[in-house]
């Protein structure tokens, strides 16, 4: 196989003074109810290589759990309402900025913890800082994905939520392509990222986000919801 970046992406980026190649891996369009671990092994098994680390999306992670949510199935109550129009909207994303996504963030925190840090950020706001809102209510909150034009159909239309056991599903991942790569469950976008779960130490992590920093994946219709990074070769 061939390694190619998708448009405008690098292939190969330097972190640290080591240069990794971030090889996208190109799927059909996943769905609810399909099975994770044989999506990733048709489609990653040939490309992968022992000493690799394979990262995943969250959200490809997220459909196959049936965790995405057509916005005309949500009945978002007044409160969610209310409280989404209190959230700032930003180039990152429509965020909780909307009925739907705040209705689900409710059910998936809770609402005390959700007014809780509705309130603290009111007052915090108040004085110029930023960010509570989402530090309080939590990565459930902060990591829901509103409807976007440039999604891939019909995801465009949906919410979809955090994934579960991102962790054990790394490890189901890893076990299901030999055991000798690492793998990794993960929020990346245009304006950074995090891991969600994965076989990695801690420093591999943050090692991880650094060499995914520019978002290789893209943000658009690439339909590259996999991708492989590995040292590059001279």
Not at 31 to 55: C, H, K, N, Q, S
Not at 81 to 103: A, C, D, F, N, Q
Not at 111 to 123: E, G, K, Q, S
Not at 132 to 160: E, L, M, S
Request: aromatic share 4%; net charge positive; hydrophobic share 40%.
């Amino acid at each position: 196989m061939t390694a190619s970046p998708n448009d405008g992406k690098p292939l190969v980026r330097d972190v640290a003074g080591t240069a990794f190649e971030r090889i996208p891996i190109k799927t059909h369009v996943v769905m609810a109810g399909e099975d994770i671990i044989e999506v990733v092994v048709r489609y990653a098994a040939d490309v992968v290589r022992p000493g690799d680390t394979l990262f995943v999306t969250e959200k490809i992670v997220a459909i196959t759990q049936g965790r995405s949510y057509p916005v005309d199935s949500i009945n978002a109550r007044p409160l969610a309402h209310r409280l989404s129009r209190y959230v700032t909207k930003t180039s990152h994303g429509i965020g909780l900025g909307m009925p739907e996504t705040m209705e689900m963030a409710l059910r998936e925190c809770g609402t005390p913890r959700i007014l809780f840090a509705a309130a603290v950020a009111a007052v915090t706001k108040a004085f110029g800082r930023k960010g509570d809102f989402y530090r309080i209510a939590g990565p459930k909150a902060r990591g829901i994905d509103g409807p976007t034009h440039n999604t891939i159909p019909p995801y465009n239309t949906q919410v979809v939520l955090v994934p579960l056991r991102s962790r054990e599903v790394a490890r189901e991942l890893q076990s299901a392509l030999g055991g000798k790569i690492e793998v990794a469950i993960v929020d990346i976008n245009d304006f950074g990222g995090n891991v969600l779960g994965s076989t990695l130490t801690s420093d591999g992590e943050k090692q991880l986000v650094g060499i995914l920093a520019d978002n290789p994946l893209g943000q658009n219709h690439q339909s590259t919801p996999l991708g492989v990074v590995r040292p590059a070769t001279a």
